[in-house]
Every structure is written in C-alpha cells, then in structure tokens.
C-alpha cells in the first residue's frame, strides 16, 4: 500500500508558478516511477510528467520547459515546478506512484 498526499495547488494568474508537492507514505522502497497527470473540466486525465528511478524525466509536450518535475527521496516526496502558467493549464493535479494514484490537488489559472 502506498499513500500520496498532494498539496500546492490554489488559483493564480497567467504568466505565474505553483509548486506542487506529493508525499508518499506506506511501502515507498517499492516505487520504481512517480509522476503528475491532470484532469481538466469535461476531459480526460492527461500525463503531465514523470520520473523514473535513475532519475530520467519526461514530459509532455505542453509543458516542457515550463513545468519541472524533481524528486526527494529523503523526504519521500516528488515535486511538480510549474512557470509560466496558462489558463489551460487549470486542472486537477494527481500524483502517481507506480499504480497508485492520490487524490488530487486545483490549479486554477486567471487571466
């Protein structure tokens, strides 16, 4: 059992960060790949970003080189920096370990 926390999300305007958190707990020397996807309004769950083990990242093509995912295994928590933020990036933020999900985080991005 794994459990995923996320917190940083809130509203902002265009052009703005957020800094999202997820804090894993429970069997964490398990997971290999952590990642965020998001779920905006009538759409499906999207990949966001995600980091592997070796600690190689990926992302999607919205947001690269805006969003930076990076990863604490000291403190059992993966990061998601996001700049340069767009009205369509507003969505809910999950985190995933592996194939456990948390329950997500708003963003919501003003013009």
Same mark, same amino acid.
């Given at each position: 059992?794994?459990?995923?926390?996320?917190?940083?999300?809130?509203?902002?305007?265009?052009? $703005?960060?957020?800094?999202?958190?997820?804090?894993?707990? $429970?069997?964490?020397?398990?997971?290999?790949?952590?990642?965020?996807?998001?779920?905006?309004?009538?759409?499906?769950?999207?990949?966001?970003?995600?980091i592997i083990r070796? $600690?190689?990242?990926?992302?999607?093509?919205?947001?690269?080189?805006?969003?930076?995912?990076?990863?604490?295994?000291?403190?059992n928590t993966v990061?998601?920096?996001?700049?340069?933020?767009?009205?369509?990036?507003?969505?809910?933020?999950?985190?995933?370990?592996? $194939?456990?999900w948390g329950k997500?985080?708003?963003?919501?991005?003003?013009?």
């Amino acid at each position: 059992q794994v459990q995923l926390v996320e917190s940083g999300g809130g509203l902002v305007q265009a052009g $703005g960060s957020l800094r999202l958190s997820c804090a894993a707990s $429970g069997s964490i020397f398990s997971i290999n790949n952590m990642g965020w996807y998001r779920q905006a309004p009538g759409k499906q769950r999207e990949f966001v970003a995600a980091i592997i083990r070796s $600690g190689n990242t990926y992302y999607a093509d919205s947001v690269k080189g805006r969003f930076t995912i990076s990863r604490d295994n000291a403190k059992n928590t993966v990061y998601l920096q996001m700049n340069s933020l767009k009205r369509e990036d507003t969505a809910v933020y999950y985190c995933k370990a592996d $194939g456990w999900w948390g329950k997500g985080t708003l963003v919501t991005v003003s013009s």
